[in-house]
């Protein structure tokens, strides 16, 4: 019966693709399209704009981000590891201490190049 285990990831890879692109196309066919003016106007939290909108943000402003989301996703890393800590075998501690000396590595990497100070 090996022919029906390949059947289902077939069959997979048929309908995978349906479901992205129903996601794009349905709303596009349903969807009211009714542009004007006002629509395409830049909004902002109820403010009219004042000046030109498209400004240049330093990149810093980007990175301090990006270091914030890598130790924010780290923590749903770490806390099922810190939960089950003492059930783990000693091969499961010695892989989190690595992924934490990374972590480590990546902050003192971000704090020797000034990534973290808002000057």
């Not at 010695?94 to 990546?106: D, N, R, S």
Request: glycine share 6%; net charge negative; hydrophobic share 60%.
């Amino acid at each position: 019966m090996l022919g029906r285990e390949w059947l289902f990831i077939g069959v997979f890879l048929l309908l995978a693709p349906i479901f992205p692109i129903a996601a794009l196309l349905i709303p596009r066919i349903i969807a009211p399209n009714k542009p004007n003016v006002i629509k395409s106007q830049t909004y902002e939290c109820g403010i009219e704009t004042v000046g030109d909108t498209w400004i240049q943000f330093k990149v810093q402003y980007y990175i301090f981000a990006l270091v914030f989301l890598i130790f924010d996703v780290e923590t749903v890393f770490l806390f099922p590891w810190a939960v089950a800590f003492d059930q783990l075998p000693l091969f499961a501690v010695f892989e989190g201490v690595l992924f934490i000396m990374i972590l480590v590595a990546g902050l003192l990497f971000a704090w020797r190049k000034g990534f973290l100070e808002w000057s």
